[in-house]
């Protein structure tokens, strides 16, 4: 009976263990935050708690602004994505449009946050291509004198943030679909007189959204702290307020850093707010579904609506490919004047120059993003099989990680970065430990590991435990069966969340910043430090080779599973 408990609460204790340890350091960087947004700091001189940080804060100019900048980012940004989603779901789930947007998700995934906003931006702005294709139409030779890219508003913002979490919201409902039943949901729809995108949205949507749900929730506190969309695409005066946040962290007046804790955790009530509001959003929209629902109406000819569902997406698909190709473009012309659509000459300079300058922060990026993303896998490997050896002796349901678990893996993504990364950074200091790729690693995994864990558990569950059983009645242990059946049955599905841990990797601005203190630069940091000039030659070579290491990834986790199962054809689908 003892090694009976034993052998069930061992899994138990990993289960919990594997999250806690991965959101220890959100902890760790909230208190490292609190402590000074209330005035106590010793090292630089805060010896007394005090409301005087806040007080500072409330009088900083423009802060209202800033505020209502990131409140309206997260809701607004989240709410055109999601519904992008369903919409498109409700109207191309199961025909060719599904499979060729299946197809095109890995390279839109592998674009990192900063280059995608970079190439919206040489796209839409006034010199960009949008407005050379109208200048002979409109009869104008010099750019207009329009403020877009930077726009009061935070358009432009948004807009490269739903290009970004558009697709990504689209992989994770794409996993989830297979737990909702759509083609029962939809047959039985039909046969009720309801039209394609009517059924969908009012009988397959809901049980789709449950499981996307803190995806979604981690896309609106993304998007109300995003600070590198923000520098590219946002306004400056006044910026959103983690924009300001790294300002004063970084600024030569030490007292700012009070200034910047208050700040950090107005951001955290920000970001909560959104998420306060969204929930809500969320309960109204269920009310006005279940209205829908008994109202009775059919809408079976949505031929039009099916049409017009097709926008949102493709637009953001378009906005990223195209804007890589602009990039491109830029990184290899010569002079190019407007209005000319394409460059009159072309030549390598800008490469010949970029190439040895990005050499180190190159390497850098791929060593902390292959690191941080292989330590994510085997974390989460570990945590999902203790998972399911603890749940398969207890129930024969459907096995899934439990909500606390799920809510520690998110928690890194829902609270905002600049939130708890300069208390973190703070407390690094306070124990003397210097930068280091080894540090910045350990800052990675706590962001890569929620991907990688949102990308495999799914797959993780679904295999057959039949299979084990039978390696299990041929004398096999746990680990050959973990190693010789699960991980070459979960090839595909094991490479692709790695791929994901490698971009995610790759993409982070803030936690390479505040951990890495400029001493580590990446070929993301280094990317947005140009956002600030006006070289488009050397900002097409950045971003461009900022993409390169993810797109690599994604192609070897589609390539060497087939390259694997040759003669195993039962297994070229797991």
Known sequence: MADERRGRSFPLLVTYAVPCLLALPVGVGLVGVVL????????????????????????????????????????????????????????????????????????????????????LAFLIAPSGLFFR??????????????????????????????????????????????????????????????????????????????????????????????????????????????????????????????????????????????????????RLVGALRRGATAGGRRSAEDRALRLAASVPVAIAGASVFFGLSWLFLWSIAGFWAFPDILPPSVDLSTWNRTLPNAAGPLATTFLVAILSASLALVLVVIMLEARRRQFRAAAGRPVRLPRMVAGLIYLPLIVPQIAFLFGLQVTLLSLDLEPSIPLLVAAHLVFV??????????????????????????????????????LPMLTHAVLTALAIGFATSVGQYLPTLLIGAGRLPTITTEAVALASGGNRRVIGAYALLQTLLPFLAFTLSGTLPRLLSRGRLAMRRA
């Open 36 to 119: 000074p947004a209330f005035g106590y700091l010793p090292a630089l001189g805060g010896e007394h708690l005090s409301l005087e940080p806040f007080r500072q804060l409330v009088a900083m100019p423009g802060l209202g602004v800033s505020v209502l900048l990131s409140l309206a980012s997260g809701l607004l940004t989240t709410a055109v994505s999601t519904l992008g989603v369903a919409l498109f779901l409700a109207a191309f789930h199961g025909t060719a449009g599904d499979r060729l947007a299946r197809r095109l998700l890995a390279p839109l995934l592998a674009v990192p946050h900063a280059a995608a906003a970079f190439g």
């Open 133 to 282: 294709l109208l200048a002979e139409p409109l009869g104008f030779d010099r750019p207009p004198d329009l403020l877009i890219v930077g726009d009061p508003l935070g358009l432009a913002m948004m807009a490269g943030l739903v290009a970004k979490e558009m697709p990504f919201l689209l992989l994770v409902a794409f996993a989830a679909l297979l737990q909702a039943d759509p083609e029962r949901r939809m047959q039985l729809s039909a046969s009720l007189g309801y039209g394609r995108v009517t059924a969908f949205l009012l009988a397959v949507w809901p049980g789709v959204y449950r499981q996307i749900r803190l995806p979604v929730l981690a896309v609106a506190a993304y998007a109300s702290g995003v600070v590198d969309v923000a520098l590219i695409l946002g306004p400056s005066l006044p910026a959103p307020l983690a924009v300001r946040l790294v300002a004063w962290m970084n600024d030569p007046d030490l007292s700012l850093r009070f200034v910047a804790s208050a700040g950090a955790l107005m951001q955290l009530a920000v970001t909560a707010g959104v998420l306060l509001l969204w929930i809500a959003g969320e």
């Open 449 to 486: 590991a929620p991907y990688v864990a949102l990308a495999l558990a799914d797959p993780w569950f679904a295999v057959d435990p039949r299979y084990e059983q039978v390696a299990a009645s041929l004398g096999h242990g746990a680990v050959a069966t973990l190693f010789r059946i699960r």
